[in-house]
Nanobody, 127 residues
């Protein structure tokens, strides 16, 4: 089992940058594939980005490709989401998620494919 805690959210202006973090407990962080999801009020939780156990493979939603970068530091048990050129439509609660995948499995983009979740951190982008 892994416990996930997000941090780094806040209120920024359109065009600004922000980095959110996800700290994981335990000594098996590098056995989990990780992802970021987000949920705006009244909307479904949606996929943002995912990263493989090693950090060498990534996947992004079209809406954030080229603006957001997912990364991880396995030595620090931490995953990051660097968000640049933020837009008001990026406003949401951002959640990190983890799943233990068999080698060679593609990174999932569906929330039900992930086993562990953090409590979320709010990102608000003003226009």
């Amino acid at each position: 089992q892994v416990l996930l805690v997000e941090s780094g959210g806040g209120l920024v202006q359109a065009g600004d940058s922000l980095r959110v973090s996800c700290a994981a407990s335990g000594r098996t962080f590098n056995t989990y594939s990780m992802a970021w999801f987000r949920q705006a009020p009244g909307k479904e939780r949606e996929f943002v980005a995912a990263i493989t156990r090693s950090g060498q493979g990534t996947s992004y939603a079209d809406s954030v490709k080229g603006r957001f970068t997912i990364s991880r530091d396995n030595a620090k048990n931490t995953m990051y989401l660097q968000m640049n050129t933020l837009k008001p439509e990026d406003t949401a609660a951002y959640y990190c998620a983890a799943v233990a995948l068999s080698p060679g499995t593609s990174l999932p983009r569906t929330r039900t494919d992930y086993s562990y979740w953090g409590q979320g951190t709010q990102v608000t982008v003003s226009s």
